[in-house]
């Protein structure tokens, strides 16, 4: 019997490091990171150490066997994660492209937008992350309106996938120090925040016209 031997995940660079270095982070979270970053999330872990055990045999496998010519081995069961696994997460961004190739999307013309928010509230929505739910609403209910306005269609529904990106702008902010009222200012955690504060927030910084999208 052969053993499938498509990849060797511990001998990537990303298992290597987290096998040798991820237990040491989460001891010294709570006092290295968390007065910045918040809590480290339940998530976090569970994610990490499902991709230590991905493509692993010794955690389960299927037979996988041809009937016609009788070849046969073994599959170790993957992580099936997204985001942090490179093999689980490609597999799902394929099969998610292609499901909405052929399943969602007409075979018309589509734009891509991109909006974002300013810095000044990015630590709130990092503390707060049930907000975020808040903003795509809002990201959507903006979308619309322009749509509505640009191409002069009061009544017009728009198709919207939409997909929210965290982690690029937290790794350029954490290149840099967080604004204060003065040069040098502490990085003191923001205090509580509401939705309605957020909305509010937002538009005064959108103001009375349209929003500005990029596309």
Known sequence: MQ??????????????????????????????????YGVLRRIIPEVVHKFLECGNLERGFARIRCDHCEHEYLLAFSCKSRWFCPSCHQKNVQATARFILDQVVAAVPHRHYVL????????????????????????????????????????????????????????????RPPPGPAAGAGSAPPGPLTAAAVEIALQAVAGPDPPRLAC
């Open 116 to 175: 974002a928010i300013p810095r000044m509230l990015r630590p709130y929505f990092q503390r707060h992350r049930h907000l975020l739910k808040r903003l795509c609403t809002l990201a959507q209910e903006s979308l619309c309106e322009y749509l509505r306005t640009a191409l002069d269609c009061p009544q017009g529904v728009p198709g919207i996938i939409m997909t929210l990106h965290t982690f690029l702008r937290q790794q350029q902010d954490a290149r």
């Open 3 to 36: 053993v499938y031997r498509a990849r060797n995940p511990k001998k990537s660079p990303l298992w290597q490091c987290a096998n040798r270095h991820y237990d040491e982070f989460e001891q010294i979270y709570p006092e290295a990171y968390q007065p910045r």
